[in-house]
T-cell receptor, first 118, second 111 residues
Framework: ETGVTQSPTHLIKTRGQQVTLRCSSQSGHNTVSWYQQALGQGPQFIFQYYREEENGRGNFPPRFSGLQFPNYSSELNVNALELDDSALYLC?????????????????FGAGTRLSVL | GNSVTQMEGPVTLSEEAFLTINCTYTATGYPSLFWYVQYPGEGLQLLLKATKADDKGSNKGFEATYRKETTSFHLEKGSVQVSDSAVYFCALSGGNNDMRFGAGTRLTVKP
C-alpha cells in the first residue's frame, strides 16, 4: 500500500472525447509524475508537477495536460482522444529534495487508471 | 538521453531456481537505479534501489548491484518462489527526476 490513490480505476471513452484522471498523493509528498503504460510495455514519462508547476515533460503532445493542486493532488487531462491513447495511466508521488545530483527521490505508484478508447 | 535496456522475456523458471534479469543503462551524470515489480492488475511497487556506484540494493531475497564500469544493474535471486511471478522493470532517475523504464521482463515461476 503506497498511499497513492487514482480514480477512476477503469474508463471507456470514444475517439475525440476528453478525459480527466485524478491522483491523490501520499501524505507529505510534493511532487507528482504521470506515466502512460501501453500493454506489454514499460511506463513512459508524460510530465511531472512540483509545487503546482510543470517540472519536466516527456515526448507527449500538448493535448496531454495536467494540474497540481495546493494539497498536491493532481489531474491528467487528455483532449481529442485517439485509439492509441488506450493504456494504463500511472501516477507516482514523491518528496523532491533540492540537493546536488538529484534523482534520488523514490517514486511511489498508484494502481493506475485503465483507459480504453473505442 | 537517458535510457534503460533490460532482458526481454518471458522468463519461466521452476521453484527454487536461480534468477537473473539483466539490465543496462545509458545516462549522463550519476543516476539512481531501481527495480520495480508489477503484479497482475496492479501498479508498480518499488522492489529495491541503489543511488551510487557499488551500492547493493536488496529486498525480499532479491539483490542488484550498481556497476558503473559496466553500466549495469542486474537483478538476482537465489531461489525463486511461485509468488515471485510478476513483471519486473528496471528504471533510472536522472538529475531532472523523471524516471526511465525498461520494457519489462515477465517472470513465471512454476511449482
Amino acid at each position: 500500500e503506497t498511499g497513492v490513490t487514482q480514480s477512476p480505476t477503469h474508463l471507456i471513452k470514444t475517439r475525440g472525447q476528453q478525459v480527466t484522471l485524478r491522483c491523490s498523493s501520499q501524505s507529505g509528498h510534493n511532487t507528482v509524475s504521470w506515466y502512460q503504460q501501453a500493454l506489454g510495455q514499460g511506463p513512459q514519462f508524460i510530465f511531472q508537477y512540483y509545487r503546482e508547476e510543470e517540472n519536466g515533460r516527456g515526448n507527449f503532445p500538448p493535448r496531454f495536460s495536467g494540474l497540481q493542486f495546493p494539497n498536491y493532488s493532481s489531474e491528467l487531462n487528455v483532449n481529442a482522444l485517439e485509439l492509441d491513447d488506450s493504456a494504463l495511466y500511472l501516477c507516482a508521488s514523491s518528496l523532491a529534495v533540492v540537493t546536488s545530483g538529484g534523482g534520488k527521490n523514490i517514486q511511489y505508484f498508484g494502481a493506475g487508471t485503465r483507459l480504453s478508447v473505442l | 538521453g537517458n535510457s534503460v535496456t533490460q532482458m526481454e522475456g518471458p522468463v519461466t523458471l521452476s521453484e527454487e531456481a536461480f534468477l537473473t534479469i539483466n539490465c543496462t543503462y545509458t545516462a549522463t551524470g550519476y543516476p539512481s537505479l531501481f527495480w520495480y515489480v508489477q503484479y497482475p492488475g496492479e501498479g508498480l511497487q518499488l522492489l529495491l534501489k541503489a543511488t551510487k556506484a557499488d551500492d547493493k540494493g536488496s529486498n525480499k531475497g532479491f539483490e542488484a548491484t550498481y556497476r558503473k564500469e559496466t553500466t549495469s544493474f542486474h537483478l538476482e535471486k537465489g531461489s525463486v518462489q511461485v509468488s515471485d511471478s510478476a513483471v519486473y522493470f528496471c528504471a533510472l532517475s536522472g538529475g531532472n527526476n523523471d524516471m526511465r523504464f525498461g520494457a519489462g521482463t515477465r517472470l513465471t515461476v512454476k511449482p
